[in-house]
């Protein structure tokens, strides 16, 4: 197995580096089984029955961060010994799973059927327990938001993407009061409970919305002016209060796409102005998500100075899937998009998830990310844009390390052959090691032999008759 020559020297030790220190925290975990079973804390609390296990995770979970970090710089080609903000973003993240950690301790020790019985024999430790509840909610949040904040010092620059993909851009403009921010259809106590804990979404709505227009270009926006570290989601393009019209006006005569997430403000309302009337309507989209009352102006604005679009309505499922819906996805409807066809037509579609296991489990981790799919399809049909996204070599390795036993990395590069092969065959062991050693293999290539490898392995599912 020999690497590509486009790999540098460090980008292979990094990537090779991680996987064995991944490798070496898993046996390590395995090793020390017994010794972090907290049970025995219990049965004789001395401070050398807790120091010694809380030793072992401590080095152990530090041993499968550093080695994450570094199989994740490796993946991204970012250099820790050249780049100073890849170095921060690999020290905060270090840090945030540093304070993550006493949450686990913290869910082990009352995840053990021992703690039933200290709580019997000492009935004032319930109150103990709930007012532990507390630093536990901050502590988690504070290192889930540190965790996120990390991505924020790799987040490459609008210069850097546009230097490295030649595409025409996606222009993304909306207002700077709405970024990563979570938002919710449902109103009352729902919305009021999603609003506080909106910090554990991996995904806000721009990282989806950049992820789907990815397909056509580099996604481009600028920044907001005196922020520390840039949103995750479009590359920002930072400029003075006195040239951004210019910049934005030169981005849109170059663009493939403009997309608009719909916002209140002035500004925002006259760059849609300068979209509408420069640029060709069906290169521009519209998003407008959360609850109506949030853009139920900008939408009546809209209509009056644009026209009314004209609403296309979901096709209805077979009755037992639409029942699996309501019942599995019961927040379905995200917002609204609008979109013109080639004779100028507002059309306007819901957002609206797509039955589907894999919107099923990523809709807890990413609130957005199936509805805005599943709206935006059928637009980018209807528009003759390149649905297909490209796979990532950053999210195939992990999944070949992680998920082999179940074959989830073939499943992602499209042979579902051998992931069904891998599922039937998983309680035999042969996938785990096989998983690895395709892991050992993807991280030897660089991103051009990765996509020729991903072509290969697509083309048969291509070209099979339909």
Known sequence: MDASPGLSRETLWLRLGGLA???????????????LDPGPWFT??????????????????NILALGITLL???L????LTTNRQARAGALVRMASINLMLPCFVFAAVTDAGNLDQVLEAHP???????????????VARTSILLFRSSWKYEAPSAEEVLRHDTRSPVVYLRSFGIDDEIVSTEGGWWAWLSSRLQYTAAASPEQELAWIMARVGPVIAIGKPGERLPQLGAARLYVDDDHWRDTIDEL?????????????TPNLWWEVERAMTRHPLERVIIVML????RWRAFHRRFADTFGAPRVTADKSPSPIVGMMRRWLLPVRTQGTVIYFDRSSTPHQRSLTHSFSLSALFTNIYSPHGAALRGGMEPV???????????????????LAFFGGAFGLHHFYLGNRRRGLLCCLFFWTGIPVVLGSIDAVRLVLLDEARFQALVRVVASPVASRPR
Do not use: H, K
Request: net charge negative.
């Open 380 to 398: 980018f049909v209807d528009l003759g844009l390149p649905w297909t996204s490209r796979r990532s070599l950053t999210v195939a390795v992990p």
């Open 76 to 79: 991204r080609q970012l250099s």
């Open 44 to 61: 004789t609390p001395t401070i050398s029955n807790a120091l010694w296990p809380l030793l072992c995770f401590f080095v152990s979970a």
């Open 72 to 74: 994740l710089s490796g």
């Open 21 to 35: 220190l991944i490798g070496t925290s898993l046996a390590l975990f395995a090793y020390f089984e017994d010794v």
């Open 290 to 293: 959360g609850q109506e009352e």
């Open 124 to 138: 004032g430790m319930e109150v103990v327990g709930l007012l532990a509840l507390l630093p536990f909610v901050y």
């Open 252 to 264: 849109m005569a170059r663009s493939a796409l403009v997309v608009v997430r719909a916002g209140d």
